[in-house]
């Protein structure tokens, strides 16, 4: 494809295209979508390649924020904090990087990236460890492919570098959130330095061209009068699930996750049924009376009715329109060994995973 | 009998003004249109309120109003001050600068004057860096040769602790003088971006709260009304002093909601229920809930800019009672436009040719209307039953959607209807256990503001393992009362109305967002 260089629209467009394939977690784009827009007002440029274009030998690494989202939008970033991991991992593993890949296409971490790459100048990978959102650092197609998370660095707005060498990505999970608590609630992390000989293995291309077509074709809709929904759908090779009305949204905490279950009566062709999506940050089982009808790895999307926007799993209220969407996720997550990793399972369900276009058919009759 | 109240309400078609005896009984009310520097409607209510209801002037105690100015000057970038900007937070927040998400033309109209200083705290109460004392003093002598004529300041956490704030407040008092310094923790909560947007704001509308009050006290004063205290409507459904108003502008921005949904309380005596306020160009429905509007947690814009303060949790839907009918082949649409006050000059029952929802009501035989301009017969000739009876159920339904819409549960809640154009709602509506249209709906919201109790509402974040839980929460309701008592409250009358407590989740250790509200008698 060559080189794609960002428009201000591009970057809003990924971040509501992001928030769809978020799957409701992730948490509020705005903030990513500000930085990367300032830096594209300053003068810079954000630029794209494919994953096919990147050399086996160029070195790859994926920037990303880890931690509490409240307090990131409390403490904003000093911007330093992003280019500092990436020197201190440079300097630790006395390599440079060639190209920053985002790690998921959901919520802050789908715009971060595309700000580091144009405060950096480094080139951005049109590509993804998740294609979707999920809360935990082994929980991506790297990890899959044996990648490590470490050495990673973190980095705070103070000018604190830390970097970690750990046994496996699990430890780096537990280490870096106790860091990034100290430093604050959140901290910059750059992580998973790889060949692109392995990247172009592991990771889910095309997730950022596919969110900013999702982004356009809803904004194309709005001024068009096309059903943004529709749109939406097609853009995102998704399905609709369900249509109705939220009569209840329950929460509470487990095991120190916060978790959550919206029940949907039924409108229009769905009347007289009701869906219930379980949810833990992101949206992880949706059944129709008591029938999965989707689960995780697949995305289940929850979006206003209207306008087709996605609504995140916080802020799901009594009372909203909503069309439930289902989205396949990429193959890659659907290997017996990938969904020990993010299959319904390891989320505590004792449902099997069967992919949405099978779980679909049955739906038809 | 002495101890009258006068209450003032400005809505965006009808200037409401009531007087009230010392129980609260309606005594006289008059409406009026709306003009467009707002201003001169509001003294003319105020004046044609006390003059008309005979009401000696010596015994009336108060003026309670409630306004749209401050929402104006951000929305129209009209009147605002030159605000002086600091943020505290160096080395973080850099990477983006105070207002750079504004509409260019409303950071211009307040002045772009910005310094980023370092300090700060982090979520646990920790310093991120001492206040750097000399930067802000540097900033307020710029200030000061720029003509800054406000001072915003927001520093990172200062909800948790506003020891930045509060010490950068002295200096620049000490450098600039007499000049108002809105200071972030006073106004907003966590997110910062949001909080420092919103006391931004707070110090450019200053001057126009300023000014209209100076108004109102000059009308006061040739009413023989010198001696009665003069109080603003806020946000919340309670009211503030005048000279509290001058220093909060921002509190008082949507306050109309809440005094109509406040009014219904009054009227009805209903603690707990959904209030339908249908005025002439749009419907609010917001809730009751012990009394007091329910207040919302979401972000909201104004004047396309991103805030967060106490505001009314409500749902606003364009169909009112000047709303436009329009005929689209088989389809029957009603709203959003409306022709406003114009009502009486072109709606069909008042010899126009403007199909409007007033008009459809009467062809029905769902409304009368006490004005002897108004011909309902005209609309029943010229509107054909089937087109009437469309639109009326169109209207129907989208109260009955925003009834949905506000409740956050599926049980029937009681409904009241206040606001001139409810009167055409049928008195049976989908999720309502009952529909009640009490006396004096049409000046619920002028009601509302006076009779009004003294309030303050504050927000404060503490973590439960730093500070125990009976400590914070006593200390929350402490500054409350505070705030009241400086808003204009007698301490002996001050009750608390609410505490709600919210964990912010994904932090470590027991961070809490507190909430209080408080409100009390005036002390006359």
Known sequence: ?365 | MAGYRVGIDVGSTNTDAVIVDRKGGLVYAVKTPTTSDVTSGLLKALKQVVEGSGVPPEEIVSVNFGTTHGLNAIVQRQGLLRVGVIRIGLPATRIVEPMADWPADLREAVGGLVAMVRGGFEYNGEEIAPLDEDAVRRAAEQFKTMGAEAVAITSVFSPVRPDHELRAAEIVSDVMGEVPISLSHTIGSIGLLERENATILNAAIIGVMRRVIEAVRGTMEELGLEHAKLYVAQNDGTVIAAEYAEKYPILTVVAAVSNSIRGAYVLTGLKDAIVVDMGGTTTNVGVLEHGFPRESSLAAEIGGVRTSFMMPDFVAIGVAGGSVVKVRGEEVIVGPESVGYELVTKGIAWGGNVMTATDIALALDRMSIDDPRCDPERPKRLIPRDIAEKAYSYIVSRVEEAIDKIKTKPDPMPVVLVGGGSDMLPRKLAGASEVIRPEGAQSANAIGAATAMIGATIEKTFNYEYTPRPRALEEAKREAMNRAIEAGADPSTLEVALVEEIAIPYLPGNIVKVRVKVAGQARL
């Open chain 1, 1 to 365: 494809m060559g080189e794609w260089r960002l428009k201000p629209e591009d970057v809003d467009d990924i971040a509501v295209g992001a928030a769809v394939l978020g799957a409701g977690g992730g948490g509020d784009p705005y903030l990513g979508k500000l930085m990367a827009r300032r830096v594209l007002e300053r003068g810079a440029e954000i630029v794209l390649v494919d994953p096919d274009d990147v050399d086996d030998e160029s070195f790859i690494v994926a920037p990303a924020f880890m931690g509490a989202p409240v307090t990131m939008f409390e403490k904003l970033p000093s911007g330093a904090e992003s280019v500092k991991v990436i020197k201190i991992l440079e300097g630790f593993m006395n390599k440079s990087f060639d190209y920053l890949t985002p790690i998921e296409a959901g919520g802050l971490n789908s715009t971060i990236p595309l700000y580091v790459g144009g405060v950096t100048g480094r080139t951005l990978i049109d590509g993804d460890g998740m294609g979707r959102a999920f809360p935990e650092l082994q929980m991506v197609t790297f990890h899959l492919y044996g990648v490590k998370a470490t050495p990673m660095a973190l980095a705070d707005e103070k000018g604190n570098g830390v970097i970690l060498d750990t046994i496996d990505n699990y430890w780096a999970e537990r280490i870096a959130r106790m860091v990034t608590v100290r430093m604050g609630g959140w901290a910059s992390i750059a992580i998973y330095p790889m060949e692109g000989r392995i990247y172009k293995k592991a990771v889910i291309p095309k997730t950022i061209s596919k969110a900013a077509e999702i982004g356009r074709e809803l904004r194309d809709a709005k001024n068009s009068g096309r059903d943004p929904v529709d749109a939406l759908l097609e853009a995102a090779g998704g399905f609709k699930l369900f249509e109705g009305k939220i009569v209840d949204v329950s929460r509470w905490t487990e095991a120190g996750f916060a978790k959550g279950r919206v029940e949907i009566e039924g409108l229009g062709d769905y009347k007289g049924r009701r869906m219930i999506v379980d949810f833990q940050n992101e949206n992880l089982v949706a059944r129709i009376d008591g029938e999965v009808v989707a689960s995780v790895p697949d995305i289940i999307s929850i979006l206003d009715m209207e306008t087709g926007e996605p609504i995140t799993t916080e802020r799901l209220r009594y009372g909203f329109r909503v069309v439930v969407a289902g989205i396949p996720c990429d193959p890659k997550w659907r290997t017996p060994h990938a969904l020990e990793v993010v299959g319904p399972r390891y989320f505590g369900y004792n449902v099997n995973y069967v992919p949405i276009e099978e779980r679909i058919k049955v739906l038809a009759y």
